[in-house]
């Protein structure tokens, strides 16, 4: 399974907009400025984002994004979810209908194939892995692993 770089970029920049605080929405150029993004593509993250309901948006010069609630009401799946979409990872193709099973009776494919099963059964547990983890659990051991990392995220935006 390959996650894009746009569940990364998500996910820091909700952990940015919460260190950030809430008292102005921050701008993309701003956000993507933090990380050198390319500010084009980052909005249409924070914009699924928005349509996800994870983060609002304010148009205009001085508008930007905002968290649509804490940290700690936002999982992991969450973000997945708004920037991947829905759809289970694995789509079986039913190919053991093919080839040489093409010829078999239709009884033969009563149950679900043995492959398809043993991925549903691995995505079940990566969802729920991550529909456990909120993004406030990420923001702790952030800063568990770089103490100070919030009021550092705060300075550089405002010099920058």
Same mark, same amino acid.
């Given at each position: 399974?390959?996650?894009?770089?746009?569940?990364?970029? %998500?996910?820091?920049?909700?952990?940015?907009?919460?260190?950030?605080?809430?008292?102005?929405?921050?701008?993309?150029?701003?956000?993507?400025?933090?990380? !050198?993004?390319?500010?084009?593509?980052?909005?249409?993250?924070?914009?699924?984002?928005?349509?996800?309901?994870i983060a609002?948006?304010?148009?205009?010069?001085?508008?930007?994004?905002?968290l649509a609630?804490?940290?700690?009401?936002?999982?992991?799946?969450?973000?997945?979810? %708004?920037?991947?979409?829905?759809?289970?990872?694995?789509?079986?193709?039913?190919?053991?209908?093919?080839?040489?099973?093409?010829?078999?009776?239709?009884?033969?494919?009563?149950?679900?194939?043995?492959?398809?099963?043993?991925?549903?059964?691995?995505?079940?547990?990566?969802?729920? %892995?991550? %529909?456990?983890?909120?993004?406030?659990?990420?923001?702790?051991?952030?800063?568990?692993?770089?103490?100070?990392? !919030?009021?550092?995220?705060?300075?550089?935006?405002?010099?920058?």
């Amino acid at each position: 399974m390959r996650i894009s770089e746009g569940v990364e970029w %998500a996910a820091h920049c909700c952990l940015l907009l919460d260190w950030m605080g809430a008292d102005r929405p921050v701008s993309t150029t701003r956000l993507a400025a933090g990380f !050198d993004l390319p500010p084009p593509y980052l909005n249409k993250q924070l914009q699924a984002l928005v349509k996800a309901g994870i983060a609002t948006s304010t148009p205009g010069a001085r508008g930007g994004f905002r968290l649509a609630r804490p940290l700690e009401k936002i999982t992991m799946m969450d973000v997945v979810t %708004a920037i991947e979409g829905p759809e289970q990872a694995f789509q079986c193709t039913e190919i053991r209908q093919r080839g040489i099973g093409a010829e078999s009776p239709a009884s033969a494919f009563d149950r679900p194939c043995a492959v398809h099963t043993a991925m549903r059964k691995a995505e079940t547990a990566w969802r729920r %892995a991550l %529909a456990e983890q909120t993004l406030a659990d990420v923001r702790a051991a952030a800063e568990r692993a770089a103490p100070g990392l !919030d009021r550092s995220v705060r300075a550089w935006y405002a010099r920058n």
